[in-house]
């Protein structure tokens, strides 16, 4: 069981906005910045969303994070088909020192 | 810039196998550098890193103690020892987006296959 939890899976339909949170604690999401990304199977992990809500070149602003205490959440707007994958949130634990991930959100586009 | 993966393979529980990831376009040197597996059906499992400058490690527990990781001008390696069919899984070597151990991973190899089994 992860230190950050996630919904299992989520789902929308084409359009939609949805939205996949993480939750944790104080000495890792509540003190440090929240990572999130998209992983398709076969293939590597993706960075998405990193520092205060910044985006690697190429991933559409239809990505965006935020945070609030010790939860953050990712939302897709405008969803597409292409969307369909898994999705992570990490971030590093301070009094831990280690890197956490959740377990993971597998989003369907129905 | 890519980072590639080499080393996994099969190996019987107790052995060692040495994991190295070789980094092209850019010199991998001034970043922190990790590794973070994928069991089968399972998610992402962060495993070691190393920073960017002075070399500081940390280790995941599971990991902590049959693990090691290091790094030279332009590749990393994960040792491992001790494995357990536990380990089994995909390791993907990752580009911290700095020299600090706790900025994102920012550039993934493709991963390398470690299979543990008698």
């Known amino acids: 069981q992860s230190v950050l939890t996630q919904p299992p899976s989520a789902s929308g339909t084409p359009g939609q906005r949805v939205t996949i949170s993480c939750s944790g604690g104080?000495?890792?999401?509540?003190?440090?910045?929240v990572y999130w990304y998209q992983k398709f199977p076969g293939t590597a992990p993706k960075l998405l969303i990193y520092?205060?809500?910044q985006r690697p070149s190429g991933v559409p602003d239809r990505f965006s994070g935020s945070k609030s205490g010790t939860s953050a959440s990712l939302a897709i707007s405008g969803l597409r088909s292409e969307d369909e994958a898994d999705y992570y949130c990490?971030?590093?634990?301070?009094?831990?020192?280690?890197?956490?991930f959740g377990g993971g959100t597998k989003l369907t586009v129905l | 810039v890519r980072l590639l993966e080499s080393g996994g393979g099969l190996a019987q529980p107790g052995e060692s196998l040495r994991l190295s990831c070789a980094a092209s376009?850019?010199?991998?040197?001034?970043?922190?550098k990790s590794w973070v597996r994928q069991a089968p059906g399972k998610g992402l499992e962060w495993v070691a890193t190393?920073?960017?400058?002075?070399?500081s490690v940390y280790y995941a527990e599971s990991v902590k103690g049959r693990f090691s990781i290091s790094g030279d001008r332009n590749t990393v390696y994960l040792q491992t020892g001790s494995l357990k069919t536990d380990d089994t899984a995909v390791y993907f070597c990752?580009?911290?987006?700095?020299?600090?151990?706790?900025?994102?991973?920012?550039?993934w190899g493709q991963g390398t296959v470690v299979t543990v089994s008698s």
């Open positions: 990490a971030t590093w634990d301070d009094s831990l020192s280690v890197w956490l």
């Open positions: 190393i920073s960017g400058r002075g070399g």
């Open positions: 520092r205060r809500n």
């Open positions: 990752a580009k911290g987006n700095s020299w600090e151990p706790f900025d994102a991973f920012d550039v």
């Open positions: 104080r000495a890792n999401i509540g003190s440090n910045f």
């Open positions: 376009g850019f010199s991998f040197s001034a970043y922190a």
